[in-house]
């Protein structure tokens, strides 16, 4: 079973500041990792696949990098419409997927 | 456009079961796997299986495998989860989620969710 975990727990940045969200695997995934955005009340919704490859729609301020057992995904000027939880999965060990706990981003 | 539209609230009692329904929309039904992901309140995202609606398999987590059944019916574009003998710590948002094919196994649409509440 991988084991995923993400850091830090809850991010604190001003609006127009970079954050960077960290994604650790217990084993590699090699780039089947993906990052989600979920904001309250609401489902997740698909920002990142293959590691580094933004879904459709998703503005070029998200990026991913990383492969094997450690990833980053970067926010590279926050807008407010940013502040929100974000989780990572990994896809390698199919059938058995699993999410990372989160990081929420929040105003500080 | 791609839609996937839940089943409403429920609220159950302990050892009961209840049913989700996921009504996809906007896209060939059998062309794409559906993934059940669930979110107790406060937590995170917990992946519990997923479906084919081409064949009707399905592949699940080991904790949901005896009492978790996924099934779905081509004749209304409907995937359904089936969850029974449930506890108080399945109270929970379930999602419906698509695959981005047939088996990438991470997920482009999401349905709204449904609330399940077990409580006496």
């Known amino acids: 079973e991988i084991v995923m975990t993400q850091s830090p727990a809850t991010l604190s940045v001003s609006p127009g500041e970079r954050a960077t969200l960290s994604c650790r695997a217990s084993q590699s995934v090699s780039s089947n990792l993906a990052w989600y955005q979920q904001k309250p009340g609401q489902a997740p919704r698909l920002l990142i696949f293959h590691a580094s490859t933004r879904a459709t729609g998703i503005p070029a301020r998200f990026s991913g990098s990383g492969s094997g057992t450690e990833f980053t995904l970067t926010i590279s000027s926050l807008q407010s419409e940013d502040f929100a939880l974000y989780y990572c999965?990994?896809?390698?060990?199919?059938?058995?997927?699993?999410f990372g706990p989160g990081t929420k981003v929040d105003i500080k | 456009q791609v839609q996937l539209v839940q089943s409403g609230a429920e609220v159950v009692k302990p050892g009961a079961s209840v049913k989700v329904s996921c009504k996809a929309s906007g896209y060939t039904f059998t062309g794409y796997y559906l993934h059940w992901v669930r979110q107790a309140p406060g937590e995170g995202l917990e992946w519990m299986g997923w479906?084919?609606?081409?064949?009707?398999?399905?592949n699940s987590a080991q904790k949901f495998q005896g009492w978790v059944t996924m099934t779905r019916d081509t004749s209304t574009n409907t995937a359904s989860l089936e969850l029974n003998r449930l506890r108080s710590d399945d109270t929970a948002v379930y999602y419906c989620?698509?695959?981005?094919?047939?088996?990438?196994?991470?997920?482009?649409?999401w349905g709204q969710g449904t609330l399940v509440t077990v409580s006496s």
């Open positions: 989620a698509r695959d981005v094919d047939r088996g990438s196994f991470y997920f482009d649409y």
């Open positions: 999965q990994q896809y390698s060990n199919w059938p058995l997927l699993a």
């Open positions: 479906i084919d609606p081409n064949s009707g398999g399905t």
